[in-house]
């Protein structure tokens, strides 16, 4: 009964999985200034205007969805270290959802990538990184958020 009963509470691997939040949160939000950067520098209004010599056929709405999905991500990582701080029961189920979404974003997104400009490599040396991270990321949490002792007996409320 002691040993059920020490697995409980933000503790053991559960760390990790805090630490991740909030500095995922924190680089989600940074992400966010990618996009300030093409608003601002011209590449936006260079690669959507039809009249532009650099115009790119579709890439407006490749930066809309991108944009729309990490603000999405940003507010789902928000609400994800609220819920794990707050040991709320549906915690679990979230972080799975989210970080299974986030890895069909990052899949969808390099195949949207690649139809917007079809001469870029799919996979270079930071997609293969992103995406393998993805995976193992999805590899390790999800059983263990599925199996844990630690977890059921954390996110009760």
């Known amino acids: 009964m002691s040993e059920i009963k020490d697995k409980e509470g933000l503790g053991g691997w559960l760390i990790l999985v805090g630490i991740g939040l909030v500095f995922g949160s924190i680089g989600w939000l ?10 601002s520098d011209g590449t936006w209004e260079a690669l959507t205007l039809q009249s532009s010599d650099a ?7 490749l930066m809309s ?5 990490n603000c999405v991500f940003l507010i789902a990582y928000i609400c994800l270290t609220f819920f794990f701080f707050k040991k709320k029961r549906n915690f679990p ?17 390099i195949l949207f990538t690649k139809v917007v400009f079809p001469a870029e490599p799919m996979f270079d040396q930071e997609t293969s990184r992103d995406v ?23 996110f009760v409320k």
Request: with cysteine; aromatic share 14%.
């Open 132 to 154: 393998i991270g993805q995976i193992v990321s999805c590899a390790i949490w999800i059983p263990y958020m599925l199996k844990s002792v630690r977890v059921r007996n954390t």
């Open 55 to 61: 115009y790119t056929p579709l890439f407006g709405i």
């Open 30 to 39: 940074a992400h966010l200034n990618v996009y300030k950067e093409i608003f």
């Open 93 to 109: 189920k979230f972080y799975i959802i989210t970080i299974l979404a986030n890895l069909a974003f990052v899949l969808v997104d």
């Open 65 to 69: 969805l991108e944009l729309i999905g």
